[in-house]
């Protein structure tokens, strides 16, 4: 069974710096993009950033750029996300996924999320 | 930035009724066009891609279609576990971007 468990969500304050873990298992990770989207408290989902299977391409929205970045660990097994620079609108729920073998960018599965509050 | 527009917001029918959801981009997105469904509480599950692929375990009930900028998801028979959230998605440029949701409610 395909499995994506994501960790890290915290409390923090503005200017703060977070990192998210999803541990992803019942799959060849390697094989994979992989990607995170947020969503706001009561609002719709939102890309954040995505990688390709060797991390040489790296992908982020604008509104992250330079503050956020995406890695991965094949040997491993995880995706991750260093979050700095963090300020109020980035709180949501944080949603870590996979990225479809055939047809790159559609996101199946998700992981449960993990809720980043910023906030002082 | 591809911005895609959903419509209705919200659209209110009874179960067993066909439900007809709406996405529009600002630009055409060459059938690069998705679907999600999410309740609440849960994540966001992928319901069709390419426009009109089914992914796995998704029931003929679910259709989609289109092309260019203007895009349908169709649920020909409405089950009571299909009332949710639906988002579109695209993928035909960077940034990746969503709608910003239809909600279908129970009538």
């Known amino acids: 069974e395909v499995q994506l468990v994501e960790s890290g969500g915290d409390l923090v304050q503005p200017g703060g710096s977070l990192r998210l873990s999803c541990a992803a298992s019942g799959f060849t990770f390697s094989n994979y993009w992989m990607g995170w989207v947020r969503q706001a408290p009561g609002k719709g989902l939102e890309w954040v950033a995505s990688i390709n299977q060797d991390r040489s391409g790296t992908y982020y929205v604008d509104s992250v750029k330079g503050r956020f970045t995406i890695s991965r660990d094949n040997g491993a097994n995880s995706l991750y996300l260093q979050m700095d620079s963090l300020r109020a609108d980035d709180t949501a729920v944080y949603y870590c996924a996979r990225q479809y073998l055939t047809s790159p960018h559609w996101f199946d599965p998700w992981g449960q999320g993990t809720l980043v509050t910023v906030s002082s | ?107």
Do not use: H, M
């Open chain 2, 1 to 107: 930035e591809i911005v895609l527009t959903q419509s209705p917001a919200t659209l209110s029918l009874s179960p067993g009724e066909r439900a007809t959801l709406s996405c529009r981009a600002s630009q055409s997105v060459d059938s690069q066009l998705a679907w999600y469904q999410q309740k609440p509480g849960q994540a966001p599950r992928l319901l069709i891609y390419d426009t009109s692929n089914r992914a796995t375990g998704i029931p003929g009930r679910f259709s989609g279609g289109g092309s260019g900028t203007d895009y349908t998801l169709t649920i020909s028979s409405l089950e009571p576990e299909d009332f949710a959230v639906y988002y579109c998605q695209q993928r035909r440029n960077w940034p990746l971007t969503f709608g910003g949701g239809t909600k279908l409610e129970i009538k």
